[in-house]
Nanobody, 125 residues
Framework: QVQLVESGGGLVQAGGSLRLSCAAS????????MGWFRQAPGKEREFVAA????????YYADSVKGRFTISRDNAKNTVYLQMNSLKPEDTAVYYC??????????????????WGQGTQVTVSS
């Protein structure tokens, strides 16, 4: 049974940083892509970043490129999202997700079959 558990959310001032973690368990994830999505109140869930577990290839939404960095720790089965220069518009619930697509990255929610419970990120102005 796949489990994705996010942590690291919280309240931060604009310009600050947070690092989100996603601990994955339940199977070997070498043939998966891992993604981060976010959803603000009244808005649709949107793609933030993704990484291929096997190749390390990454892909970012334009809105976070240059500010956010996705990475993985194979030994810990954990994916991270380092978020710098945070803005109030980054406020949302952030979700970790897993897609069974080896060697590549995908960005659409329906391509991801497993989701975590989400962690709240609030950026104050």
């Amino acid at each position: 049974q796949v489990q994705l558990v996010e942590s690291g959310g919280g309240l931060v001032q604009a310009g600050g940083s947070l690092r989100l973690s996603c601990a994955a368990s339940g199977r070997t994830f070498s043939s998966y892509a891992m993604g981060w999505f976010r959803q603000a109140p009244g808005k649709e869930r949107e793609f933030v970043a993704a990484i291929s577990w096997s190749s390390g290839n990454t892909y970012y939404a334009d809105s976070v490129k240059g500010r956010f960095t996705i990475s993985r720790d194979n030994a810990k089965n954990t994916v991270y999202l380092q978020m710098n220069s945070l803005k109030p518009e980054d406020t949302a619930v952030y979700y970790c997700a897993a897609a069974e697509v080896e060697g590549t990255v995908v960005s659409r929610p329906y391509e991801y079959g497993y989701w975590g419970q989400g962690t709240q990120v609030t950026v104050s102005s």
